[in-house]
């Protein structure tokens, strides 16, 4: 199990049956049955943080080790699966979106489920008053390989300085909504300052990639357990070409 599983979620809840393959959501029952698997199986759930100073050296890199990372910044994120988490004494990241703090999730809606309702910033705060890191997920939830240079990078900044400021904290991590990146995304987002970066892409991250631009692999809706774990050992191999800055480490797998 080389290199870092950072797990990607969005809604943590429970929801009505849909489609197994779907990974917008996960109910919450598996979700506790996969935090349990971690600690079972001695895996270390690390802080985005900690996990960066791994993978840039930094830190030793666990035998085992795995990220939990939640899209969108739902409110169903802290009823649901904040508690799990503080009952097991993990770490875990939510990066909201800085400009739809407290309002719905628009782009979350359509399958008949609704909007749902995302964190506020006072909620922001109160997450991470319990060490919960929070991230961006760029300013308005917009595919940003889509956008000009220059769009993304006010996305990247603005996005920053709103959560800073609203939080009181530093805020080094971002994550692209839809996954959606280009070269122009990683360009801004170190110009922006940010010393991590998420995708959608699939694998185990590992020091080889460049750290703006970190793989994950996506629990959907039908992992059970033991699709959890295949996902956890397995699922090692990144899928598709990631992308890297000129002058940073790329994944030679
Ligand atoms: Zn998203």
Redesign the pocket.
Known sequence: MPGISIFMY?QVGRFPPMKAHRAGYCDVDKFRAQMRALKWLGVKVLSMTDALAALQGRAPMPERAAVLTF??GCENFYEHAVPVLQDFGYPAIS?A?AGAAGSGGT?LAGHGRGTPPLMSYARLREIAGLGIEVGS?AFS?IRLAEQPAEVQRAEMRDSRQRLQQELGREVPHV?Y??GSHNLDTLRAAAEAGYSSGVTCQRGAATPGFDPLALPRKAISYGDNTLGFLWKLYLKDTPKGEALARPGHAMATA
């Open positions: 969005h899209d969108d990066y979106v782009w997920h939830h994550c909504p839809y």
